[in-house]
């Protein structure tokens, strides 16, 4: 079964805090790709990163940095000295190889930066 | 370049009525995904259309119908509306190569719905 797992329901943070969001996945397919997506309180769902299953080398992209680990299953996400503006939910999903373009999504994150 | 765009914005509907949402896609991109979010949750997949038909579906039942029109654009419709239909239902774009293709989903801003 595939599954997604954010255990961390709320994080609060000062700004300028690292913080670190965690995802944990679950899929039997060898071929698969993991995303995050922020949702602001607006509702849109922002598309911040895509990964594949064989592309395990971590990536930054400013502030926001990803740490993919196939031996533990998990695709965590990284904000370094975070901002007010970082306040949303975030989502980890997962597609895998089926024959339909779908995403199965964790129950998100909320995080809230205080200032 | 145009982003994925979804209309009404809001939406408040009675227990047994019918509700149709609209979703325009990103220019360029061929594919339509639907997906419902109870408050508090993940979204949840109800199906998608590439090519004018549906390609895929979650775990909905039929009263959950769509279309897919040939400027890509999409409607959802819900018949006989649930207590349990309340939620906001986003739309994604994608642009996808063959019916099993795989490409970064992009969300509109979403259609909130209210049963009461």
């Known amino acids: 079964a595939q599954k997604v797992t954010q255990a961390q329901t709320e994080i609060s943070v000062v700004e300028k805090e690292d913080v670190t969001l965690d995802c944990v996945y679950e899929?039997?397919?060898?071929?698969?790709?993991l995303f995050w997506y922020k949702q602001p309180p607006s509702g849109e769902l922002v598309f911040l990163i895509r990964?594949?299953?064989?592309?395990?080398q971590n990536e930054i992209s400013g502030r926001y940095s990803w740490n993919f680990q196939k031996s533990t299953s998990s695709f965590n996400f990284t904000i370094t000295a975070s901002q007010v503006v970082d306040s949303a939910v975030y989502f980890c999903?997962?597609?895998?190889?089926?024959?339909?373009?779908?995403?199965?999504f964790g129950t998100g994150t909320l995080l809230a930066v205080q200032p | 370049e145009t982003g994925v765009t979804q209309s009404p914005t809001h939406l408040i509907k009675t227990r047994g009525q019918q509700v149709t949402l609209r979703c325009s896609s990103q220019?360029?991109?061929?594919?339509v995904s639907w997906y419902q979010q109870a408050l508090g949750q993940g979204p949840q997949f109800i199906f998608q259309?590439?090519?004018?038909?549906?390609?895929g579906r979650g775990n909905f039942p039929p009263r959950f119908s769509g279309l897919q029109f040939p400027n890509y654009s999409s409607e959802l419709n819900v018949n006989a509306l649930e207590l349990d239909d309340s939620a906001l239902y986003l739309c994604?774009?994608?642009?996808?190569f063959g019916s099993g293709g795989m490409d970064t989903q992009y969300f509109g801003p979403g259609t909130r719905l209210t049963v009461l």
């Open positions: 994604a774009s994608s642009l996808v």
């Open positions: 899929t039997r397919d060898t071929t698969y790709y």
């Open positions: 990964r594949n299953s064989f592309d395990e």
């Open positions: 999903a997962l597609h895998y190889g089926g024959a339909t373009n779908k995403l199965i």
């Open positions: 220019s360029g991109h061929n594919t």
């Open positions: 259309y590439y090519r004018e038909e549906e390609n």
